[in-house]
């Protein structure tokens, strides 16, 4: 069974949160995560009214699952490569049997 994700959000990301990039680049910190942070533009701009709850709660849900499937990626990427030199080294004991 395969896992559906976010494979690669780039384009559509730009397009659907445009907004709130365009509010992130006044951030006071360049790794701001947009939640809690002092000095966060995009934050502000939910407070007062500026910037759509609604669109601020799908850019944090998409940003949490894009932040899980990367995180899933990895690791299957760690068990193939494990995998890998486990097989490796099997082939290689068995060739000098």
């Known amino acids: ?4 994700g976010i494979a690669n ?11 709130i990039i365009q509010l992130s680049k006044d951030c006071k910190f360049v ?3 947009h939640t809690n942070e002092t000095g ?5 701009a939910v407070e007062i009214g500026k910037l759509d709850p609604d669109a601020y709660n799908n ?9 899980h499937f990367q995180t ?6 760690k068990k193939d490569k494990q995998f890998g030199k486990m ?11």
């Open 72 to 77: 899933n990626l990895v690791e299957r990427r």
């Open 40 to 44: 966060c533009a995009v934050v502000k």
């Open 9 to 19: 959000s780039d384009g559509g990301w730009m397009s659907t949160f445009d907004a």
């Open 59 to 67: 850019f944090l849900k998409m940003e949490k699952e894009k932040e």
């Open 1 to 4: 069974m395969r896992e559906v």
């Open 31 to 33: 790794d701001c995560s």
């Open 87 to 97: 097989l490796k080294n099997y082939k290689k004991n068995k060739d000098k049997e």
